[in-house]
Protein backbone atom coordinates (compact mmCIF):
# COMPACT_ATOMS: atom_id res chain seq x y z
CA UNK A 1 0.00 0.00 0.00
CA UNK A 2 1.74 3.64 -1.21
CA UNK A 3 2.33 5.47 1.47
CA UNK A 4 -0.65 8.60 1.65
CA UNK A 5 0.23 12.04 2.65
CA UNK A 6 -1.20 13.90 5.71
CA UNK A 7 -3.05 15.92 3.33
CA UNK A 8 -4.62 12.72 1.10
CA UNK A 9 -5.22 11.11 4.80
CA UNK A 10 -6.76 14.65 5.70
CA UNK A 11 -8.96 14.91 2.54
CA UNK A 12 -10.38 10.94 2.64
CA UNK A 13 -11.68 11.58 6.41
CA UNK A 14 -13.36 14.38 5.15
CA UNK A 15 -15.38 12.94 2.40
CA UNK A 16 -16.05 10.27 5.12
CA UNK A 17 -17.59 12.86 7.36
CA UNK A 18 -19.59 14.07 4.87
CA UNK A 19 -20.69 10.68 3.33
CA UNK A 20 -21.69 9.99 7.36
CA UNK A 21 -23.45 12.95 7.69
CA UNK A 22 -25.73 12.44 4.40
CA UNK A 23 -26.83 9.24 5.63
CA UNK A 24 -27.91 10.27 9.43
CA UNK A 25 -29.44 12.90 7.38
CA UNK A 26 -31.37 10.61 5.03
CA UNK A 27 -32.23 8.46 7.98
CA UNK A 28 -33.32 11.24 10.08
CA UNK A 29 -35.92 12.48 7.39
CA UNK A 30 -36.89 8.69 6.93
CA UNK A 31 -37.93 8.11 10.43
CA UNK A 32 -39.09 11.68 11.65
CA UNK A 33 -42.41 11.20 13.57
CA UNK A 34 -44.65 13.41 11.36
CA UNK A 35 -43.00 10.87 7.94
CA UNK A 36 -44.11 7.79 9.69
CA UNK A 37 -47.63 9.11 11.35
CA UNK A 38 -48.39 10.56 7.69
CA UNK A 39 -47.44 6.98 6.07
CA UNK A 40 -49.42 5.73 8.73
CA UNK A 41 -52.50 7.33 7.87
CA UNK A 42 -52.05 7.15 4.36
CA UNK A 43 -51.63 3.34 4.54
CA UNK A 44 -54.73 2.79 6.59
CA UNK A 45 -56.72 5.12 4.19
CA UNK A 46 -55.85 3.15 1.46
CA UNK A 47 -56.53 -0.41 3.60
CA UNK A 48 -60.21 1.07 4.31
CA UNK A 49 -61.17 1.61 1.30
CA UNK A 50 -60.04 -2.28 0.08
CA UNK A 51 -63.54 -4.59 0.80
CA UNK A 52 -61.96 -6.11 3.25
CA UNK A 53 -61.49 -2.64 5.15
CA UNK A 54 -65.06 -1.85 4.16
CA UNK A 55 -66.21 -5.33 5.62
CA UNK A 56 -64.21 -4.47 9.38
CA UNK A 57 -65.16 -0.98 9.43
CA UNK A 58 -69.20 -1.57 8.44
CA UNK A 59 -68.93 -4.98 11.70
CA UNK A 60 -67.30 -2.52 14.37
CA UNK A 61 -70.11 -0.22 13.80
CA UNK A 62 -72.71 -2.31 13.74
CA UNK A 63 -70.99 -4.52 16.81
CA UNK A 64 -70.77 -0.77 18.50
CA UNK A 65 -74.57 -0.14 17.40
CA UNK A 66 -75.49 -3.44 19.27
CA UNK A 67 -73.36 -2.29 22.46
CA UNK A 68 -75.36 0.75 22.53
CA UNK A 69 -78.40 -0.43 21.82
CA UNK A 70 -78.23 -2.72 25.19
CA UNK A 71 -76.77 -0.29 27.07
CA UNK A 72 -79.92 1.75 26.45
CA UNK A 73 -82.03 -0.85 26.92
CA UNK A 74 -80.57 -2.11 30.38
CA UNK A 75 -80.27 1.06 31.72
CA UNK A 76 -84.04 1.36 32.11
CA UNK A 77 -84.42 -1.70 34.08
Excluded: C, H, Y
Excluded at 40 to 55: D, I, L, S
Aim: hydrophobic share 40%; aromatic share 2%.
Amino acid sequence: MPDRSADEIQREIERARDALADAVDQLAVRTSPQRLAAQAKQGVREWAQTTQGKAVIGGTGFLMLVVVVRGIRNRGK
